[in-house]
């Protein structure tokens, strides 16, 4: 059982930043490799970014590679999402989820526990 909660979500303006948080509890925090989803009203959850367990490896969605940074603080039991150049269209609710999969899943049913969201709203 892992119990995930998202923070960090708010109102920026194009091109500002933003840097999501991700706090897990329960299980060991290394025994799972972690990602980012959103999912914008209408449209179905998609995949963002992810982690491996010790964060060598990352994945990231072709719509936000070289603006976003995921990143983990196993000390901490926190992974990040770090926007940069935020564009309209990366309005969504933020989702942070966990999976216990070898590679890194951009598949949303693939992930076994999910935070609640956080909304990110990017103003044009």
């Known amino acids: 059982q892992v119990h995930l909660v998202e923070s960090g979500g708010g109102l920026v303006q194009a091109g500002g930043s933003l840097r999501l948080s991700c706090v897990a509890s329960?299980?060991?925090?290394?025994?799972?490799?972690m990602g980012w989803f959103r999912q914008a009203p209408g449209k179905e959850r998609e995949f963002v970014a992810a982690?491996?367990?010790?964060?060598?490896?990352?994945n990231y969605a072709d719509s936000v590679k070289g603006r976003f940074t995921i990143s983990r603080d196993n000390a901490k039991n926190t992974v990040y999402l770090q926007m940069n150049s935020l564009k309209p269209e990366d309005a969504a609710v933020y989702y942070c989820?966990?999976?216990?999969?070898?590679?890194?899943?951009?598949?949303?049913?693939?992930?076994?526990?999910w935070g609640q969201g956080t909304q990110v709203t990017v103003s044009s």
């Open positions: 989820a966990a999976t216990g999969a070898v590679l890194l899943i951009t598949i949303s049913t693939r992930y076994d526990y």
């Open positions: 982690i491996s367990r010790s964060g060598g490896r990352t």
């Open positions: 329960g299980r060991p925090f290394s025994n799972y490799n």
